[in-house]
């Protein structure tokens, strides 16, 4: 038997330096600790709403606080359907924000697409005058887009709260931005073939954006699921409410039901979440293809 001999290499020989691997350890550590700082940071008022929401009424409002309740009271969810029609108010939320961003994303392509890869005149100042609205603030446009659904007849309608929130310059300058970045030698293949520019928009161009398209659907469903302003200027009959208007009817005049506003606000977060938690994977790679950050 051959005896096996283990040779020492000197850090100087194979190009390993102890404090540098320290060093780069100790970094990653940092980095590693900031990362659960700023999770903890994030994740802490989200589950003192859900903790709130399982308190009484008496401790939820006693100074000084307490994070965990004493007694869970999992009536609060109860009493959210019951108080007020909140299942109702769940479901005009839901399919407003639904309709809204399939309805925007379908539009929002079909510009973008024509903006960035059809050849026509006044192109170039069509799309400038659509990023210029981005700089008109919300509140200029608030009374005049009352003024024109009211005189259309559509208060108190899913028309006044679906319509208005559709356009959007920000998906189109955003989609635009990607078609752009997409080579030439796909449509010359598709054309080559006797594709159709709506064919190579529909076959060839909106299956490659579906990272932009998640990411998009997520921020404009959730811009108009946590929606407040504008649904409650248009709407007075409670049957048309939605979620976030509907959460104020818990603040009287003279007391505030926390615990009742925090557990339908728990409740109101979960469709988030889950869409969240469905779409990660293609939010994440739509934010590295935009440039988001």
């Given at each position: 038997?051959?005896?096996?001999?283990?040779?020492r290499v000197p850090?100087?020989?194979?190009?390993?330096?102890?404090?540098?691997?320290?060093?780069?350890?100790?970094?990653?550590?940092?980095v590693y600790a900031l990362c659960l700082l700023v999770a903890l940071l994030t994740l802490i008022p989200l589950a003192w709403m859900i903790f709130g929401s399982l308190k009484g009424p008496?401790?939820?409002?006693?100074?000084?606080?307490?994070?965990?309740?004493?007694?869970?009271?999992?009536?609060?969810?109860?009493?959210?359907?019951?108080?007020?029609?909140f299942a109702r108010y769940i479901f005009n939320t839901f399919f407003v924000a639904t309709t809204v961003t399939l309805v925007a994303l379908l539009f929002h392509a079909m510009s973008a697409y024509a903006l960035a890869r059809l050849r026509f005149r006044g192109r170039e100042v069509l799309f400038l005058g659509i990023v210029a609205?981005?700089?008109?603030?919300?509140?200029i446009t608030l009374?005049?887009?009352f003024l024109l659904v009211r005189s259309l007849g559509w208060l108190d309608s899913y028309w006044a709260l679906i319509v208005p929130a559709i356009p959007n310059a920000f998906g189109i300058f955003l989609l635009r931005q990607f078609y752009l970045s997409?080579?030439?030698e796909l449509?010359?293949?598709?054309?080559?073939?006797?594709?159709t520019p709506a064919q190579i928009f529909w076959y060839v161009a909106l299956p490659m954006s579906r990272p932009i398209l998640a990411t998009l659907a997520t921020f404009f469903f959730l811009a108009n699921w946590n929606a407040y302003l504008w649904p409650l200027i248009v709407t007075?009959?409670?049957?048309?409410?939605?979620?976030?208007?509907a959460l104020a009817a818990f603040s009287g005049e003279h007391s505030t039901e926390w615990q009742l506003i925090m557990a339908g606000a728990t409740v109101a977060a979960i469709p988030g979440l889950l869409l969240y938690l469905f779409l990660q994977r293609y939010l994440i790679e739509g934010i590295k293809l935009s440039g988001l950050k």
């Amino acid at each position: 038997m051959s005896a096996v001999r283990t040779v020492r290499v000197p850090h100087a020989v194979s190009g390993r330096r102890p404090g540098r691997h320290l060093g780069r350890l100790l970094g990653n550590l940092l980095v590693y600790a900031l990362c659960l700082l700023v999770a903890l940071l994030t994740l802490i008022p989200l589950a003192w709403m859900i903790f709130g929401s399982l308190k009484g009424p008496e401790e939820v409002v006693q100074y000084p606080p307490t994070f965990l309740p004493h007694v869970f009271v999992w009536h609060n969810y109860v009493e959210v359907f019951t108080r007020v029609p909140f299942a109702r108010y769940i479901f005009n939320t839901f399919f407003v924000a639904t309709t809204v961003t399939l309805v925007a994303l379908l539009f929002h392509a079909m510009s973008a697409y024509a903006l960035a890869r059809l050849r026509f005149r006044g192109r170039e100042v069509l799309f400038l005058g659509i990023v210029a609205t981005l700089m008109i603030p919300f509140s200029i446009t608030l009374i005049p887009t009352f003024l024109l659904v009211r005189s259309l007849g559509w208060l108190d309608s899913y028309w006044a709260l679906i319509v208005p929130a559709i356009p959007n310059a920000f998906g189109i300058f955003l989609l635009r931005q990607f078609y752009l970045s997409l080579p030439d030698e796909l449509e010359e293949a598709a054309r080559l073939d006797g594709a159709t520019p709506a064919q190579i928009f529909w076959y060839v161009a909106l299956p490659m954006s579906r990272p932009i398209l998640a990411t998009l659907a997520t921020f404009f469903f959730l811009a108009n699921w946590n929606a407040y302003l504008w649904p409650l200027i248009v709407t007075q009959k409670p049957e048309m409410r939605v979620t976030q208007v509907a959460l104020a009817a818990f603040s009287g005049e003279h007391s505030t039901e926390w615990q009742l506003i925090m557990a339908g606000a728990t409740v109101a977060a979960i469709p988030g979440l889950l869409l969240y938690l469905f779409l990660q994977r293609y939010l994440i790679e739509g934010i590295k293809l935009s440039g988001l950050k």
